[in-house]
């Protein structure tokens, strides 16, 4: 199934889900509807996704007066299986998970019948990864290494987005996982990614509602955003509100970090780092630096994104008046993060493609050169961060962006200028009952849309 794109499609009941069935799949395959009944028994449902979570998983909340427990029996060798969408919509959600644990098993106060407990579960594919250990030898590129794994060790009939979700990588090279699990390799094997188009090199392997997707993030930063109105922060006037207005409404709000701090991006290494690589073999020492105003126009950022340091002027191209004190500072934090690690003696070798010879003996072509930038832009994401509440709506979904447009205390500008703008969802918790259906979205964006040093000033004018 295809994510959908675009605006989501019109909802007559914002903020309720239609649940379609809940069985619990017993290690017999008996199959129990739980979702069926009235009063229903499911109190709460939790559906966990994140850009750097390999796999879905999810908790429920059951209120239990057929003792299930002791029926179906529940001893967490059980599968359960969810399907539900959102009203007057005809993209049904259908996902599939292993039971791993029951917990906070309380017995009613009001009944001897009855007890409310926790159901904890995580995708299939988190559960064939636990059951083997993978040595085995691979060469290609290093999303060709990732789908073999995924194919030979996890492969449960899932979907992977490989055509709009599934990116090249540069290069081949050889890797041998060192008797590790299938999902862990396919994370280390992220860390020797790097873009054939920029200098990124931050890739993550996810699910999401539908399907596993391998992705550089600085590319996610270029797609189209789910909404094409931004969510508001305002108050809520349901007798003026239309639907859509409803559904764009944030409900729940919390700024976790609006600007970086400065303090720990330099001493991990944001601004400026240095790599000493060592070559045993060749018994030589080679070095090479990292400076994030130089390289800041080498990979996709927010969309009209500013440098997070306030280096003069009121841009960011090399024709504005810097201002050299601070860049002379940052020369010097090169020399406050420093990574030292052995050479890949040329991990990535040439390749044929069309008979011409493709060079990755230079320096942007080699896994280590990808280590500054990575390590750089993993802490850039920290700087903008926060979590929001909003009515459920199936397609909004980790990796993907959406627009926000948060007030402004200042009289005089109906927004705020530095957290408004377009965000990459990181984390998604669709968390719904048949009475609500809520999206929970912790966002962030590694660039400001104005240049900091001209939030304030006299000749700054906000683009409403």
Sequence with gaps: MALPKGTPKPQGLPGLVQIN???????????F????????IIQDIKIYEGIFKPTLSGRMIVN?????????PLRGAERIHIEFQAPKSDIKVSLSFRIVDINKRTPSKDSMSSMTYTIEFISEERMMSAYSRISTPYSGSVDEIIKKIYNDHIKTGKRIDEDDYFSETLGIIKYIPPSIYPLDAIKRLCAYAGSDIHKSGLYVFYETLYGFRFECIHDMFGQRPVNVKPYTYDIKNLAKQSTEQEML???????????????????????????YTHDIYNKSISSSTYDYIKEFDEVTHTPDGFPLIDIGGTGHDSSMKTNLTKIEYMNLASRSNIHTIPTHNKQYKEVLESDQVIDFDSAASTANDFVLHRNSEKRQLESFRIAIRVPGVTNLTAGNTVKLNLHSFRKEQPKNPILSGTYL???CIHNFNHDFYKTE????KDAPN???MSIGSSDYQEDV
């Design 249 to 275: 409404m944030i409900e729940g709000l919390e700024i976790q970090s609006s600007f970086p701090n400065q303090y720990n991006a330099l001493r991990e290494g944001m601004y400026a780092s240095s790599l």
């Design 21 to 31: 069935k809940i069985l619990i799949e017993s290690c017999f395959g008996e199959m």
């Design 425 to 427: 969802i990181a984390e």
């Design 64 to 72: 239990d007066g057929q003792a299930l427990t002791e029926i179906v």
């Design 441 to 444: 979205l912790t966002l962030v």
């Design 33 to 40: 509807d739980i979702s069926s009944g009235s009063p229903s």
């Design 450 to 452: 104005v240049a900091f």
